[in-house]
C-alpha cells in the first residue's frame, strides 16, 4: 500500500469495520463538532487529534489488530476477509497471503495473484525511474 495520507474529509466523517467496536469520526452525533478527530472505542473517547493523519494512523493499527486476531479464526470466510483487511494495510503481508492462498476460492486466490503482479510491475517501474 502506498505511504500517502489521503486529505482529511470535511464535515462530517465516520469510518468503522463491521463487526468491531472502534471508529473515526468528526463531527457526528457521537463526538464534538470542533474540527478534530476522534478514535471511538467501545463507544468512548480514546483519542482526539488536530491532524486527519494522526487519527487515521490510531485507526489504522486498530484495524490491523482486530484483522489480525481474526486470521486464526475457525471459519475461513472471517479468516479470508481479514486477510483482504490486512493486505489493504500492507501488500505484502505473509501471514495473508499465505491464508488467501491456502483458504480462498480459485477467484480469490487469482485476484491475489493479479494484485501481487500489480505491485511488482510497479516496483519495477519505479525502480527503472531512479
Avoid at 478514535?39 to 489480525?68: K, P, T, V
Amino acid at each position: 500500500m502506498s505511504d500517502t495520507v489521503p486529505a482529511p474529509p470535511h464535515g462530517r466523517y465516520r469510518r468503522a469495520l463491521q463487526n468491531a467496536d472502534f471508529s473515526l469520526e468528526a463531527n457526528t452525533e457521537n463526538v464534538p463538532a470542533d474540527g478534530r478527530f476522534y478514535i471511538l472505542q467501545g463507544g468512548e473517547i480514546q483519542m482526539a487529534a488536530q491532524e486527519f493523519s494522526e487519527a487515521l494512523a490510531e485507526y489504522n493499527r486498530l484495524c490491523r489488530d482486530f484483522w489480525r486476531s481474526r486470521l486464526d479464526h475457525a471459519t475461513p470466510q472471517v479468516r479470508v476477509a481479514a486477510a483482504w483487511g490486512m493486505l489493504s494495510l500492507d501488500s505484502g503481508d505473509k501471514t495473508a497471503i499465505t491464508v488467501i492462498t491456502e483458504d480462498g476460492t480459485p477467484q480469490e486466490r487469482k485476484r491475489l495473484e493479479q494484485a501481487q503482479s500489480r505491485r511488482r510491475a510497479l516496483r519495477a517501474r519505479t525502480a527503472a525511474q531512479q
